[in-house]
Structure formats: C-alpha cells, structure tokens
C-alpha cells in the first residue's frame, strides 16, 4: 500500500508542470477575477462603477421665466398669479434630478458629465459611457404648464442605453423612476390638497429598510470569499480525471500488470488512488486558501477553530473527489480509454459546478437544480464552507458531511466492483 | 490529405462516444438551464418571510414586471441565505423592510431600490390618509398619479425583441454550445500527440504525404467535429422554441472562424504541453478560464471593470460570443459580425503559426 502511494506521488512529482498548473491555474484566475470583483464590489459597499452622460436640451430659467410670462397673460387675480410665481419659481426640476446623483448613495457609483447630443452618441457608441439621459427643450416649461395649469402632457426624460434589458440599464432606469415617482407623488399631493399639505413629514416615520446578516460575525459572506470557494471546489473536481488519466498510462504501459502479476489485491491499487486523490486536493486547497488569504485577506478570521473547522470540510471534501478518481481509475482501465476522463474534466465538472452553485447561487434555477447540486460534491462543500464561515456550529453540519462520506463511500464501492477481475485485464 | 482526413472519420466512427456524449451533454445542460421550449416570460424571483401578515405588501410589491415576490418561512429563509442557496431574503415587517443577507449579490441592488420606492410611496399614502382623514384622498391621489406630471422613455440602440429572460436563455445556448464545442476540439486535438508519441506520425511522414497535408487532415477533422457540433446543436434548438434568425449566411461565417480560431488555439496549447495526460490537465482549465473571462457564462456586459473588460478581449469566445449574438439576436448582417470575425480569423493565424513552430521546434 505504502508502495503503490510512494509510486504515485513520485510519478506526480516527476510531472511538475502538471502539478503546477493543477494548482496555480486555478489560483490565477481566482486572482484575475478578484481584483475584477474587487472593483466591482469593493469595500465600501459600492456595488458599481458607471458614467452617464446627461445632454441639457432644457433651460431651467428661460422656461421658468416663460412660464411667468404666460402667467401674467392668464385671467387670475394679482393674489393667485403672484402665488404660482412665488411657489413655481421655487421649483428648480433639472437641478432636483441633478441633485440626486450628487446623493452621498450614488456618489461613488455614478458619475455624470454632461455632453452635446453628438459626443454623447459617439461616447455611447464607443461604451465609454452606460447610458444618456436628454432633459429636452422646454422641460421645465412643459412642467410647469401641467402642475399649475394641467395643461399639456407633462415633460419626459429620455433615456438612451445600449440594450435595453442590461444590469445598468436596469439600475439607472430604477433611479430615474425612483426621482419621478417621488416627484409626481409630490405633485399629485399639493394639486390634490391644494397645497395644504406637506408631504415631506418622512423623518417622523422610522427609517426605511435595513439589512441583516446571519452571520455571527455580522458581516456578509463577500463576493470575494464566495468565489474563491465556488471555484476552488469546482478545480478540485480535475484532480480526479488527473489522476486517473494517470492510471490509464499505467495500464497502456503495462505497469498495471505487473502489479497484478506480482500478487497484489486491486483493492491496494484503488486505494492507492484514492489516497493520492485526497492528497492533491488536499494540497490545492492548502495553497489555494492560503495564497488567497495571503495576498488578498481573503478570509479575515484568523482563530485556529476557524482553520480547524475548514480544514476538517477540506478533508472531507478531499475523500469525496479521491473516491472519485478511484471510480473514474476503475472505469478508464475497464473501457481500456480515456475517454471518460476527458468526458469527466470537459463535461460533467462544469455541469457539477453549476448545479452546485460554483459560478453563482441556484436560487434562481427550478428548486429541483438547487437539490440535485447538493449532492454534488462540490455543491455540499459549498455549501458547508458557507455556513461555517457564518458561524455556524460543527454539529450542524453533520448532514453534510454524511452526504459527503456516503457518497465518498459509495463511489469508493463502485470503483471496486468496476475494476476488472483478474483475468480480464487484457 | 483527404486520407488522413478519411482516417480520422473511420477512427470516429468506429468510438463514437466521446463526440455523442458531449453533442448529449450539450443539449441536455442548455435544456435543464434555459428550458426547452418558448419561455414563460419569467421573472426574477425574491423569496420574502414575515412574522405578520404581509398579504398587502405583497400585492403592491407583485405589481412589478421584473419581480416575482414568493413567501417562504422565517426559518426556510435563515436556513436558505446560511446554505448559500439563496443570497438574500427580504424580510417584511409592519411598515417597513429588512434584507437579510448571506453573500453579497449585485441584482440587489435593483431590488431593494423598487422595494424602496414601493414602501416609501405606501408608507406615505397611509400617512396622508391618516393626517387628513379623508378616505378619498387616496384614490384622488391614485388618480392624479395615473396622469403623471413627469416621465421617462427608454430607448435602446441595440434594440431586440427579447426580454430579460429570453435573453438569458439565449445567452446560455451560445455560450454554452460554443464552450462545449472547445473540449470536443481539443479533444481530438490531442490525436496529433498520441500519433508522435506511438510512431504512426513518424511513418506516414516517409510516406510521400507532405507534412503540411498531415496538418491539415488533422486541423480539418477538428474544425469538421467542432463546427458540426455547434451547427447540430444550434439546429437542434432552433425546432425547440428557440427562433435563431433566418440568416444562416453569417451565422455559419461566424460559427466557422470561431472553430477555427479554437482549433489554432489548440495547437498553441500542444506546443507547450507534449503529453496528453498534460494536455488533459491543461485543457479544461484553458476552457474555463476563458469561458469565464470571455463571457460564456455570464454575459459580459454585466462586467463593468476596465481590467476584465480588458482581458476579455483577448479571448476567442468573447468574440464568437458577439458575432452569433449580433446574427441570432439581433438580426443584423455581414457588416455587424466583420469586426468579430476578423479578429477571430487573426488569433487564429497567429497562434497556430506559434503553436505549429512551437510543435515543430519540440520536435528536433
């Protein structure tokens, strides 16, 4: 057994290049995408970066002042015309919804420049900016004549983006409805109460929304941590075509043979393989957990209960992809092909990476996804590390870990009942 | 030339199995993912949980298009966000709101902006009924509301039929059918080395076949699986309810520079790695990466930072991506897909000119 394990580990050891890129190609790209998202989503909260380019079609004052002209042509007593003037003179709209992206919320998200209708194409076109937003002429004028006079149709922002269904199309559009909800509320108040009624009284009511966190440390699982175990559970899951590709080399140069001509059980063999298995994914979560933690302070708890516990999923999660590589070893020396290891590495990883929940949360897949990608063993490891990041106690978890050594258990099994009987090994 | 293209063909019918089972795997995945069939029209959906009754909120929050609010309980929600299977849950309390969040999730973000606006127009209306006291307020308020002083219009310079949803579905087909298609040529890329290393390349080249004739058998029988693949699988869901565009001109152009540019990529690869069981290693992770910085599993407009966008556009599939989604989704012709496709064209020329020196130079 010790012998079977010591050939193994030389014959990796001697692939080097192998073995670095098993390990380190996952760490680039965990690396490449987390300075991406570390933009994305950085420290403060600040979700998104994006530039809108606002073309002012629309003179505040000129229409303001337009305004007034027509008032005083009006058939109104000296006391209502002065009224309208007064209170309409106060209303400022292109300098409100230009105010809303000074907000102390949209500040660092949004950026706004203002731009001629041609630059602003051009900009959109070349995606230098998300999105335009056109106050068009007589914006003011217009708006004025229907809240007063309710005459006209109203005044109209136009939005211009590249696609209309993108997440920034989304997210502006949002912030313009939220600026003319408000406003038009606003309106429809004062025209329905004849002004008798403030409605901005909103500080007397408690402050709206909030957020939670289950966590016992209070503070989110971040985008960051999320990723680098989503995908270091999904690049584990190569190991295992990895080392049964090995196998298959063995058996095409006969080595397998020997073995068994020199009397040994195949039961060594397996399980050699499943030893190594654990040992890879062991090391690849080992240098990738702590590359990350190194370099990006990926996880912040530096308690030794903290390690032990992940390190305790970790070694679960290693037997699970090592009887793994035992099942595919069985298979790739019984069909005498490769076959199943390029299937395994090209096909069946990614599937297991969606469903379980590597690239993003299944929550908005059918519910049945979500069940299938819990028994896979990167779904359950996932979903393991999560909660023991949030604080979660190690009995809680028992569940999973049963899965994960059943199903460990069971693929272990299967690799021996698949692994040819003596005689059949051609 | 034709012979060892011929040979390829016999060798591939006599093991079919790997190129059924990833045509198989392809279409299954994009079924299960993006459903087969016309869409329901979905929408996003929010798990919500209360501790009183928040039928009413209910109502006003399922009034939106994009959102589908669904009550669960208190506890499937705290188990659900703790899981991880879902990132957030929005709890409703008696005039207000809180999210509780497990990881965080940047679609949030539009929805805790219409929650907000829903919450804050309800609370203000309650609020107003209850100052005045007049019943009727309400509903002259409503009224007044339904012929708005202000409003906005939309409009977009890539303009499709397709809503949200839709475009996901389609975002998954491509994506997926173009990365799949990578292993399947990759795979068979690897017959080149299994060819060097057990001496038939060695035989036929004293054979009066040329060398460049014995790449080219190879490169074309793997641009033949490749292109095959993804038209039998875009073919295949065009009689699913999926409407790919009548014009199959520049699809086939785009489908066809892109296998091309995977297949030089390929070789790119081989001229690094020598072995198969190295370049079983390597592969999929080559694949992956790129899918996942290209834009294949997620569209790549929601990436906004400059690095990213940058490093995707070093990626083959980013372009396949834009071209078949210029055709397919779009609409539009040749002129739209000229810029994707020669790019595509370019990588292809230049890494196969390394890859292939690469190989050769290993070689001596």
Redesign the interface.
Same mark, same amino acid.
């Given at each position: 057994m010790w012998n079977f394990l010591k050939k193994d580990m030389t014959v990796l050891k001697r692939e080097r290049t192998e073995l670095m890129i098993l390990i380190l190609m996952p760490f680039i790209l965990i690396a490449i995408l987390g300075f991406a998202l570390r933009g994305i989503w950085s420290e403060e909260g600040e979700a998104l970066n994006m530039t809108i380019a606002i073309v002012p079609e629309d003179h505040e004052q000129e229409g303001n002042d337009m305004f007034q002209a027509d008032i005083e042509q009006l058939e109104l007593s000296e006391q209502e015309k002065a009224m309208i003037d007064s209170t309409a003179s106060e209303i400022m709209p292109v300098t409100m919804f230009r105010d809303i992206f000074q907000s102390d919320e949209l500040k660092g998200m949004i950026e706004t420049v203002d731009m001629s209708e041609k630059e602003a194409n051009e900009a959109l076109r070349k995606d230098e900016i998300e999105a335009i937003i056109t106050i068009p002429t007589d914006f003011t004028y217009q708006m004025l004549q229907k809240m007063f006079l309710g005459r006209g149709e109203g005044s109209e922002l136009q939005l211009k983006v590249q696609e209309k269904e993108s997440f920034y199309t989304r997210i502006v559009e949002n912030i313009m409805e939220s600026f003319t909800q408000s406003f038009n509320f606003q309106t429809a108040v004062a025209v329905v109460t004849q002004g008798s009624l403030n409605v901005d009284h909103s500080s007397s009511l408690e402050t709206l929304g909030g957020t939670t966190t289950i966590s016992t440390t209070d503070k989110p699982i971040t985008a960051m941590q999320y990723y680098t175990i989503g995908m270091s559970v999904m690049f584990v899951l190569y190991a295992a075509s990895t080392i049964a590709s090995y196998a298959y080399v063995e058996k095409k140069q006969h080595v397998l043979n020997r073995i068994i001509l020199s009397g040994k059980s195949p039961i060594m063999y397996i399980s050699s393989k499943f030893i190594s298995g654990i040992s890879i994914v062991m090391l690849q979560l080992i240098i990738l957990f702590t590359l990350s933690t190194v370099l990006f302070q990926t996880f912040e708890q530096l308690t030794l209960r903290f390690w032990l516990g992940i390190a305790l999923i970790s070694f679960i999660l290693a037997c699970a992809v090592g009887a793994l590589s035992a099942l595919l070893t069985s298979i790739a020396v019984r069909l005498d092909s490769d076959h199943i290891n390029g299937l395994f590495a090209g096909g069946i990883t990614t599937v297991f990476a969606f469903l379980g929940g590597s690239f993003f949360p299944t929550d908005q897949l059918p519910t049945f996804i979500g069940e299938i990608g819990e028994w896979t063993p990167n779904g359950a490891a996932l979903s393991a590390y999560i909660q023991w990041m949030q604080g979660t106690g190690l009995s809680n978890l028992m569940p999973i870990f049963l899965k994960l050594v059943v199903m460990a258990g069971c693929l272990f099994i299967c690799s021996l009942i698949i692994f040819p009987k003596r005689r059949r090994i051609a | 030339m034709i012979s060892v293209l011929l040979l390829q063909l016999v060798r591939m019918k006599r093991?079919p199995?790997?190129v059924l089972?990833?045509l198989v795997?392809?279409i299954l995945?994009v079924g299960?993912?993006a459903g087969f069939g016309a869409s329901s029209d979905e929408t996003?959906?929010i798990?919500v949980y209360s501790e009183i009754d928040a039928t009413p909120w209910l109502e006003l929050l399922n009034e939106s298009d994009?959102f589908q609010f669904e009550v669960i309980t208190k506890q499937e929600a705290?188990t659900?966000?703790?899981?991880?299977?879902?990132?957030y849950a929005l709890?409703i309390q008696n005039? !207000?709101?809180?999210?509780? =969040?497990? @990881? #965080?999730?940047?679609?949030q973000?539009?929805v805790?902006?219409?929650?907000?606006?829903t919450?804050?127009?309800e609370?203000?209306l309650r609020?107003?009924s209850r100052?005045?006291g007049e019943e009727s307020?309400r509903e002259?308020?409503e009224t007044?509301?339904a !012929?708005?002083?202000?409003? =906005?219009? @939309? #409009?977009?310079?890539?303009?499709?039929n397709?809503?949200?949803a839709d475009?996901s579905r389609y975002q998954i087909l491509i994506g997926m059918t173009l990365?799949?298609a990578i292993?399947?040529i990759f795979?068979h890329l690897i017959n080149i080395v299994v060819e060097k290393q057990t001496g038939t390349w060695n035989r036929l080249i004293l054979s009066p076949i040329q060398k460049w004739q014995m790449y080219v058998g190879h490169l074309f029988y793997c641009f033949l699986i490749g292109f095959l693949q993804i038209g039998v699988v875009f073919f295949i869901f065009s009689f699913l309810g999926y409407d790919l565009g009548a014009q199959w001109g520049p699809v086939i152009v785009a489908i066809a520079s892109y296998v091309f540019a995977i297949v030089s990529l390929g070789m790119l690869i081989m001229g690094v790695?020598t072995t198969?069981?190295?370049l079983?290693?390597?592969?999929?992770?080559?694949?992956?990466?790129m899918a996942?910085?290209g834009g294949a599993?997620?569209?790549i407009?929601?990436?906004?930072?400059?690095?990213?966008v940058a490093?995707s556009k070093g990626m083959p599939i980013m372009y396949g991506m834009e071209a078949l989604k210029a055709t397919m989704l779009y609409q539009q012709g040749f002129s739209a897909i000229l810029e994707p496709v020669s790019i595509l064209l370019l990588f292809g020329v230049i890494s196969m000119g390394v890859g292939i020196n690469l190989m050769e130079r290993v070689k001596h």
């Amino acid at each position: 057994m010790w012998n079977f394990l010591k050939k193994d580990m030389t014959v990796l050891k001697r692939e080097r290049t192998e073995l670095m890129i098993l390990i380190l190609m996952p760490f680039i790209l965990i690396a490449i995408l987390g300075f991406a998202l570390r933009g994305i989503w950085s420290e403060e909260g600040e979700a998104l970066n994006m530039t809108i380019a606002i073309v002012p079609e629309d003179h505040e004052q000129e229409g303001n002042d337009m305004f007034q002209a027509d008032i005083e042509q009006l058939e109104l007593s000296e006391q209502e015309k002065a009224m309208i003037d007064s209170t309409a003179s106060e209303i400022m709209p292109v300098t409100m919804f230009r105010d809303i992206f000074q907000s102390d919320e949209l500040k660092g998200m949004i950026e706004t420049v203002d731009m001629s209708e041609k630059e602003a194409n051009e900009a959109l076109r070349k995606d230098e900016i998300e999105a335009i937003i056109t106050i068009p002429t007589d914006f003011t004028y217009q708006m004025l004549q229907k809240m007063f006079l309710g005459r006209g149709e109203g005044s109209e922002l136009q939005l211009k983006v590249q696609e209309k269904e993108s997440f920034y199309t989304r997210i502006v559009e949002n912030i313009m409805e939220s600026f003319t909800q408000s406003f038009n509320f606003q309106t429809a108040v004062a025209v329905v109460t004849q002004g008798s009624l403030n409605v901005d009284h909103s500080s007397s009511l408690e402050t709206l929304g909030g957020t939670t966190t289950i966590s016992t440390t209070d503070k989110p699982i971040t985008a960051m941590q999320y990723y680098t175990i989503g995908m270091s559970v999904m690049f584990v899951l190569y190991a295992a075509s990895t080392i049964a590709s090995y196998a298959y080399v063995e058996k095409k140069q006969h080595v397998l043979n020997r073995i068994i001509l020199s009397g040994k059980s195949p039961i060594m063999y397996i399980s050699s393989k499943f030893i190594s298995g654990i040992s890879i994914v062991m090391l690849q979560l080992i240098i990738l957990f702590t590359l990350s933690t190194v370099l990006f302070q990926t996880f912040e708890q530096l308690t030794l209960r903290f390690w032990l516990g992940i390190a305790l999923i970790s070694f679960i999660l290693a037997c699970a992809v090592g009887a793994l590589s035992a099942l595919l070893t069985s298979i790739a020396v019984r069909l005498d092909s490769d076959h199943i290891n390029g299937l395994f590495a090209g096909g069946i990883t990614t599937v297991f990476a969606f469903l379980g929940g590597s690239f993003f949360p299944t929550d908005q897949l059918p519910t049945f996804i979500g069940e299938i990608g819990e028994w896979t063993p990167n779904g359950a490891a996932l979903s393991a590390y999560i909660q023991w990041m949030q604080g979660t106690g190690l009995s809680n978890l028992m569940p999973i870990f049963l899965k994960l050594v059943v199903m460990a258990g069971c693929l272990f099994i299967c690799s021996l009942i698949i692994f040819p009987k003596r005689r059949r090994i051609a | 030339m034709i012979s060892v293209l011929l040979l390829q063909l016999v060798r591939m019918k006599r093991s079919p199995i790997l190129v059924l089972s990833f045509l198989v795997l392809t279409i299954l995945f994009v079924g299960v993912m993006a459903g087969f069939g016309a869409s329901s029209d979905e929408t996003e959906t929010i798990y919500v949980y209360s501790e009183i009754d928040a039928t009413p909120w209910l109502e006003l929050l399922n009034e939106s298009d994009d959102f589908q609010f669904e009550v669960i309980t208190k506890q499937e929600a705290q188990t659900q966000v703790k899981t991880g299977e879902l990132n957030y849950a929005l709890e409703i309390q008696n005039n !207000n709101y809180q999210f509780l =969040i497990g @990881t #965080e999730d940047p679609d949030q973000i539009s929805v805790e902006q219409y929650v907000n606006r829903t919450f804050e127009k309800e609370r203000k209306l309650r609020q107003i009924s209850r100052v005045t006291g007049e019943e009727s307020i309400r509903e002259q308020i409503e009224t007044e509301l339904a !012929n708005p002083t202000l409003s =906005i219009s @939309t #409009e977009a310079v890539n303009s499709s039929n397709y809503s949200n949803a839709d475009l996901s579905r389609y975002q998954i087909l491509i994506g997926m059918t173009l990365y799949f298609a990578i292993y399947t040529i990759f795979y068979h890329l690897i017959n080149i080395v299994v060819e060097k290393q057990t001496g038939t390349w060695n035989r036929l080249i004293l054979s009066p076949i040329q060398k460049w004739q014995m790449y080219v058998g190879h490169l074309f029988y793997c641009f033949l699986i490749g292109f095959l693949q993804i038209g039998v699988v875009f073919f295949i869901f065009s009689f699913l309810g999926y409407d790919l565009g009548a014009q199959w001109g520049p699809v086939i152009v785009a489908i066809a520079s892109y296998v091309f540019a995977i297949v030089s990529l390929g070789m790119l690869i081989m001229g690094v790695a020598t072995t198969p069981q190295q370049l079983q290693a390597i592969n999929p992770i080559v694949a992956t990466g790129m899918a996942m910085l290209g834009g294949a599993f997620w569209p790549i407009e929601a990436v906004s930072n400059s690095f990213m966008v940058a490093l995707s556009k070093g990626m083959p599939i980013m372009y396949g991506m834009e071209a078949l989604k210029a055709t397919m989704l779009y609409q539009q012709g040749f002129s739209a897909i000229l810029e994707p496709v020669s790019i595509l064209l370019l990588f292809g020329v230049i890494s196969m000119g390394v890859g292939i020196n690469l190989m050769e130079r290993v070689k001596h």
